[in-house]
């Protein structure tokens, strides 16, 4: 068998890119010896350090970690550095485990929407809602994406891609006109339970609601389509209505598979 192997060779081996082996022999994690031509040689000694490091390498640890491991190489620090990876992937496991469960969440909660009929009127109870609410004046869909992220910078709150954190805008019923731009008055999101005072509440009771499928341009016509069904059944309802984004551009590019529910609540 041969004594020494050249760093090609090494790196083919343990499939160790050669600027790696060198960085390896920078920060003293081997030692190849040289030959009279200034070339590395790499006896068995540094393989066995180098199936060690392509092992632990595996195991995601960190060369500073892997380095003070083999200067004190022992039973007893090899079963210590174990039972600690063993730790930290049992860490590792229990967070895909929150991610996989909000992901098989958010898929239960697109299909449910995603064959959600339109243009019925419902009424809804439901209890206080706590919001992150800013207040502000919105005229142009792509006003809407930049106002949350404010709201999100602001409240230090980020809206999780796989979370059903509903977000939403309100604007008033008083100032809204067939032939005039609607103006929202704030962007709103929805949590789960009540974590701060900087919290809004949308009051508890029932809502009329209205749900459309398509772009946003189709508001002006549902709004008309709520106010005259709010009518016809003596229904007093608010001045604040609310716009809840069901399905959005967090999960579509394609505007006509966007579904918005209007909420007003019954006095």
Known sequence: MKKY???????????????????????????PKRDKNNYRQYTLSEIYQLNIISELRKLQ????????????LSL????????DESSVIEEQINQLKIEKNLIDHQISFLNKYETKSENEFSIKTFPNRYILELETSILLDEEFDFSIRVLQMESNFTVNQFQNNFIGASLS??????????????????????????????????????????????????????????KKNNFNID?????IYL?????????KEY??????KIL
Do not use: H
């Open 247 to 255: 399905i959005d551009n967090r999960y579509t590019a394609i505007s």
């Open 259 to 264: 579904l918005t529910e209007i909420q007003v």
């Open 61 to 72: 640890f960190p060369l500073g970690k892997i380095k003070k491991y083999l200067e004190d």
């Open 239 to 243: 001045d604040t209505l609310y716009e």
């Open 173 to 230: 019923l008083k100032d809204f006109k067939e032939n005039n731009p609607i103006e929202f008055n704030s962007v709103f999101i929805i949590q789960d339970k009540k974590t701060s005072e900087s919290q809004k509440i949308l009051n508890s009771g029932k809502y009329l609601c209205l749900s459309y499928r398509g772009p946003y341009t189709k508001l002006r016509s549902n709004l008309k389509l709520l106010k005259d069904y709010a």
């Open 76 to 83: 007893s620090n090899t079963l210590s550095l174990l039972a």
């Open 5 to 31: 192997f050249k760093i090609n060779e090494i790196s083919k081996l343990f499939g160790i890119g050669p600027d790696s082996l060198r960085y390896y022999e920078k920060i003293g994690l081997i030692k």
